[in-house]
């Protein structure tokens, strides 16, 4: 019981320890300054926006551009680490996968520690840019849902045997503390409204958290958003690249396929189409089991329950960033809507089809 008591406690734990201290704004001056001295380029910055860590893409004098990100200063070094390492091992086994290249130092390490002011300590990385446009700026189509969901697999299928002293660190987004939510959903959203979140919490609890014994799990990447596919420009049903693996951690594998079903559904008429296309990519590269698929559904709306919660608590919380935690919320609300309208039974039987 004391497992799970902490387990369940972990959503609303996990984001109040959120920039608990204010730090200094590095500028894009300071961050040419650290590229010349410790990568031997001096480039242009730009910052990049963002809620917590410092990131700024930087153009060379011949073009090549990179991403440097400073990492804030409250994040455990070991989960820079674990991101470090995922994306050097995602290249090692995976040499054609789109994900961004680590750019060692002129010392040759991956990473580094920079003193920022006095008591203000950071973490260093710097990666090749993905280049393109980000999903959420291209058109949707079904190929390209389809080339996502594959993509998905291939990241998984190269993370399979990867482990990391940090990989089981407590996270917010992390399915298997749904439960948890209820709290966060009760301090920020109205009886009324809630309603339905908890009645989707209690299917998830119910039917699919004692089967987790039962899944694989791994190490994935957790947050396959639109924000963080980038597409080809030229052909944007092309995938160019997958970033940001900010949210990873040691987990069930099914549920990184129900984050990413939830990020595709988009404005689409028929939102279990548009997730279809996404599962039927994955499953072609990675097959999905019949457990996994029997409760693929009840998983992405729990998915859809925390994206709700925590970006509501958290505008609440943090009410000088609301605009930015918000700006997918009210689509989300729709989506949900429109999902938790149809008779279960249906939807079910529907991606079990779409498994066959």
Do not use: C
Request: net charge neutral; no cysteine; charged share 25%.
């Amino acid at each position: 019981m004391l497992r799970w008591a902490l387990m369940i406690a972990t959503p609303q734990a996990a984001v109040e320890q959120e920039r608990a201290t204010q730090y200094a704004v590095v500028s894009a001056e300071r961050a040419v300054a650290i590229a010349a001295e410790n990568y031997g380029i001096i480039p242009t910055a730009h910052r990049l926006e963002g809620e917590k860590d410092s990131n700024f893409r930087l153009t060379a004098a011949n073009g090549e551009q990179f991403l440097l990100k400073i990492v804030h200063p409250d994040e455990d070094q070991g989960l820079t680490s674990m991101h470090t390492s995922a994306l050097l091992r995602v290249a090692e086994k995976d040499p054609t996968f789109p994900v961004q290249r680590i750019v060692p130092t002129l010392a040759g390490r991956p990473e580094f520690r920079l003193s920022i002011a006095q008591g203000d300590e950071r973490t260093v990385r710097m990666v090749t840019f993905a280049k393109g446009i980000m999903q959420r700026d291209a058109a949707h189509t079904a190929a390209q849902r389809f080339n996502v969901g594959q993509m998905l697999a291939r990241l998984q299928l190269a993370l399979a045997d990867f482990s990391h002293p940090s990989d089981t660190h407590p996270i917010a987004w992390d399915l298997k503390n749904a439960a948890g939510l209820r709290n966060l959903i009760s301090q920020s959203i109205s009886k009324e409204a809630a309603r339905p979140l908890f009645q989707w919490i209690d299917i998830f609890e119910q039917d699919v958290i004692p089967l987790i014994s039962r899944l694989p799990a791994q190490v994935v990447h957790n947050d396959l958003s639109s924000d963080n596919i980038v597409v080809d420009p030229t052909d944007t049903d092309r995938v160019a690249g997958i970033i940001d693996f900010g949210d990873m951690v040691r987990t069930v594998a099914m549920f990184d396929l129900a984050v990413g079903a939830a990020y595709q559904l988009t404005e689409a008429n028929d939102p279990l189409a548009a997730a279809g296309d996404f599962i039927r990519g994955f499953h072609l590269v990675k097959p999905i089991s019949k457990t996994e698929g029997s409760v693929l559904f009840k998983t992405i709306m729990a998915r859809m329950v925390m994206r709700i919660a925590i970006t509501e608590w958290r505008a609440v919380k943090f009410p000088e960033n609301r605009k930015y935690i918000l700006r997918n919320t009210p689509q989300v609300w729709r989506q949900f809507r429109v999902l938790s309208g149809m008779p279960e039974g249906e939807t079910t039987s529907k991606f079990t089809e779409m498994l066959r």
